[in-house]
């Protein structure tokens, strides 16, 4: 065995001649051994070798043994220690010796087998305690990473939690919105019908009528009854079932228009403050519903401030990209516990007493405002007021485009035309009408009939309800172009499901119930000189 791979002992002792005796049988017994005579210098070659042992007499010249052993396992705990003695050392040394640290005591003069044993048996420990020493720093290592594994894993199961409570409560709010939904859209629905015999016949009465005082009374009617018909338009958007009818809106143009619509909703007590963006881009939006919303949202703030206070209406980018621009509606007023925000949109949920509000405001703003495609998120605390933040898409086309339309009626060509429509009013109506500016009009209350009808009159138009009892519109027209190809149709209706209507009959042209006289004869003709230019 070379001596580079011998085990180095520092062998410690101020006699000589004892020193020398215990470094000739350390040799023999095949260690290294380095020696010293003072306890700084077994100080200095401990730090400078790490001898895996120390034999270690105790009394040296400068520095008892013990305070040497002591300082060796403070620095130095994985260097062992055998602590030697002369045979009238008493016992209470010994105790010292152990005391001060050292991992065993050996009486000399010793044998040299003895002597080899017990270093041999220390420097088991040793092995014993390095190899324990290894593990548990593996064992260390492990647990940290175990922990840094299971701390990721719980914070991703947060994640996923916090994400699927998110999406149950966007389901359920989505559930709530559709069980009102249908019930509103059928509703509208009737109400269409009614409104659309009621606003056609009053029209024609306020066109007609010669005296100031029948006309005068016919247009007041007609603008109640045009007010119904745009409560009708809300609920239907507000059941999603009606697409809205979006553009290009200047966002901050609509809050100035409307800002003398709100000076009189409001009351002279509410101050209304606006900070609008001058760089805040179009947005996509129904301008008319849009209007409502902001007119609901601040009526909302109002009633939260009974004894005035302040409105400030806000425009933002929320990005840096535009992609997104912010509408706030903020109020002083006496603000909402987390309890009521969490269930604000819910539909016909108010915090107002009996009598004084539906629970429907907030929640047909939440149904418009993502039917737009954007979000609306509540920020409020009791006594420091609410903040209603609506998120809006910014739109692509750089100006404002108008949705109106004038439409202007054109007398008719003798076409033949067929009505199909269930409801006896709204079909008198159309007849009536059509009749009157030179279309043969032929009429049915039910599919059925009027594919029978199909057969002797062989129409240029059929003007058919979308949504009717047993069959539907779109089923009657599939049946009557097996007959006729190029029939052309106008779809009329006052349930309005755009997203159906579109599934059935693609981009089949549509006319919203309730409409004036003078919307359906523009609708009538560019159906008829649609079908006219596509037919060979």
Same mark, same amino acid.
């Given at each position: 065995?070379?001596?580079?791979? /011998?085990?180095?002992?520092?062998?410690?002792?101020?006699?000589?001649?004892?020193?020398?005796?215990?470094?000739?049988?350390?040799?023999?017994?095949?260690?290294?051994?380095?020696?010293?005579?003072?306890?700084?210098?077994?100080?200095?070659?401990?730090?400078?070798?790490?001898?895996?042992?120390?034999?270690?007499?105790?009394?040296?010249?400068?520095?008892?043994?013990?305070?040497?052993?002591?300082?060796?396992?403070?620095?130095?705990?994985?260097?062992?220690?055998?602590?030697?003695?002369?045979?009238?050392?008493?016992?209470?040394?010994?105790?010292?010796?152990?005391?001060?640290?050292?991992?065993?005591?050996?009486?000399?003069?010793?044998?040299?087998?003895?002597?080899?044993?017990?270093?041999?048996?220390?420097?088991?420990?040793?092995?014993?305690?390095?190899?324990?020493?290894?593990?548990?720093?593996?064992?260390?290592?492990?647990?940290?990473?175990?922990?840094?594994?299971?701390?990721?894993?719980?914070?991703?199961?947060?994640?996923?939690?916090?994400?699927?409570?998110?999406?149950?409560?966007?389901?359920?709010?989505?559930?709530?919105?559709?069980?009102? @939904?249908?019930?509103?859209?059928?509703?509208?629905?009737?109400?269409?019908?009614?409104?659309?015999?009621?606003?056609?016949?009053?029209?024609?009465?306020?066109?007609?009528?010669?005296?100031?005082?029948?006309?005068?009374?016919?247009?007041?009617?007609?603008?109640?009854?045009?007010? @119904?018909? /745009?409560?009708?338009?809300?609920?239907?958007?507000?059941?999603?079932?009606?697409?809205?009818?979006?553009?290009?809106?200047?966002?901050?143009?609509?809050?100035?228009?409307?800002?003398?619509?709100?000076?009189?909703?409001?009351?002279?007590?509410?101050?209304? /403050?606006?900070?609008?963006?001058?760089?805040?881009?179009?947005?996509?939006?129904?301008?008319?519903?849009?209007?409502?919303?902001?007119?609901?949202?601040?009526?909302?703030?109002?009633?939260?401030?009974?004894?005035?206070?302040?409105?400030?209406?806000?425009?933002?980018?929320?990005?840096?990209?535009?992609?997104?621009?912010?509408?706030?509606?903020?109020?002083?007023?006496?603000?909402?516990?987390?309890?009521?925000?969490?269930?604000?949109?819910?539909?016909?949920?108010?915090? /107002?007493?009996?009598?004084?509000?539906?629970?429907?405001?907030?929640?047909?703003?939440?149904?418009?405002?993502?039917?737009?495609?954007?979000?609306?998120?509540?920020?409020?605390?009791?006594?420091?007021?609410?903040?209603?933040?609506?998120?809006?898409?910014?739109?692509?086309?750089?100006?404002?485009?108008?949705?109106?339309?004038?439409?202007?009626?054109?007398? @008719?060509?003798?076409?033949?035309?067929?009505?199909?429509?269930?409801?006896?009013?709204?079909?008198?109506?159309?007849?009536?009408?059509?009749?009157?500016?030179?279309?043969?009009?032929?009429?049915?209350?039910?599919?059925?009939?009027?594919?029978?009808?199909?057969?002797?009159?062989?129409?240029?138009?059929?003007?058919?309800?979308?949504?009717?009892?047993?069959?539907? @519109?779109?089923?009657?027209?599939?049946?009557?172009?097996?007959?006729?190809?190029?029939?052309?149709?106008?779809?009329?209706?006052?349930?309005?499901?755009?997203?159906?209507?579109?599934?059935?009959?693609?981009?089949?042209?549509?006319?919203?119930?309730?409409?004036?006289?003078?919307?359906?004869?523009?609708?009538?003709?560019?159906?008829?000189?649609?079908?006219?230019?596509?037919?060979?």
């Amino acid at each position: 065995m070379s001596t580079d791979e /011998k085990i180095i002992i520092l062998n410690v002792d101020d006699l000589e001649s004892q020193r020398y005796v215990k470094t000739r049988d350390l040799l023999a017994a095949g260690f290294a051994v380095i020696e010293a005579q003072t306890g700084a210098e077994a100080l200095r070659l401990v730090e400078l070798h790490k001898p895996p042992l120390v034999l270690l007499d105790v009394q040296l010249p400068d520095i008892s043994g013990f305070e040497v052993c002591a300082f060796i396992k403070t620095k130095w705990p994985e260097v062992m220690v055998l602590q030697t003695s002369a045979t009238f050392t008493t016992s209470e040394d010994r105790v010292s010796g152990l005391n001060a640290g050292a991992d065993s005591y050996l009486v000399q003069p010793a044998e040299p087998l003895e002597l080899a044993a017990a270093i041999h048996a220390l420097l088991r420990v040793r092995r014993s305690e390095d190899a324990l020493r290894t593990l548990n720093a593996t064992l260390d290592k492990q647990v940290q990473e175990r922990t840094a594994e299971l701390e990721q894993a719980n914070r991703k199961l947060r994640q996923e939690v916090a994400q699927r409570q998110k999406v149950e409560s966007e389901l359920l709010q989505a559930q709530k919105m559709e069980a009102v @939904g249908q019930l509103t859209g059928g509703l509208a629905h009737d109400f269409n019908n009614l409104l659309t015999a009621v606003v056609g016949n009053l029209d024609l009465i306020r066109a007609r009528a010669t005296e100031p005082r029948i006309a005068r009374l016919a247009e007041n009617a007609f603008k109640a009854a045009e007010r @119904g018909s /745009k409560l009708t338009a809300q609920l239907l958007a507000f059941s999603r079932t009606q697409k809205l009818a979006t553009e290009s809106v200047d966002l901050n143009r609509l809050i100035v228009d409307a800002s003398d619509l709100l000076n009189t909703s409001l009351g002279a007590n509410i101050a209304i /403050k606006t900070d609008l963006d001058a760089r805040a881009p179009f947005v996509v939006a129904d301008y008319n519903q849009l209007e409502v919303s902001l007119l609901n949202l601040a009526i909302n703030a109002r009633d939260a401030m009974p004894d005035g206070g302040t409105l400030t209406i806000t425009t933002a980018c929320s990005d840096p990209d535009n992609r997104r621009v912010m509408l706030s509606i903020t109020d002083t007023g006496t603000g909402m516990s987390p309890e009521v925000i969490a269930r604000a949109f819910d539909p016909f949920f108010t915090t /107002k007493p009996p009598g004084k509000g539906t629970g429907l405001g907030l929640s047909q703003v939440y149904g418009l405002v993502r039917q737009m495609g954007g979000d609306v998120d509540i920020k409020s605390e009791i006594g420091k007021g609410t903040s209603v933040v609506l998120s809006l898409r910014r739109s692509i086309a750089g100006t404002e485009t108008t949705a109106e339309a004038q439409a202007a009626a054109e007398s @008719g060509h003798a076409e033949r035309i067929l009505v199909v429509d269930d409801d006896h009013d709204v079909r008198g109506l159309i007849t009536s009408f059509l009749s009157e500016i030179g279309y043969v009009v032929h009429e049915a209350d039910h599919g059925n009939a009027a594919l029978a009808m199909q057969r002797t009159v062989n129409p240029q138009l059929m003007i058919i309800d979308f949504s009717m009892p047993g069959t539907n @519109g779109a089923e009657v027209v599939r049946a009557a172009r097996a007959v006729q190809p190029s029939l052309p149709v106008l779809f009329v209706s006052g349930y309005a499901d755009s997203a159906a209507l579109e599934a059935a009959m693609g981009t089949a042209p549509f006319l919203r119930k309730p409409f004036r006289p003078a919307e359906l004869a523009s609708a009538v003709r560019m159906a008829l000189d649609a079908g006219s230019s596509s037919r060979p």
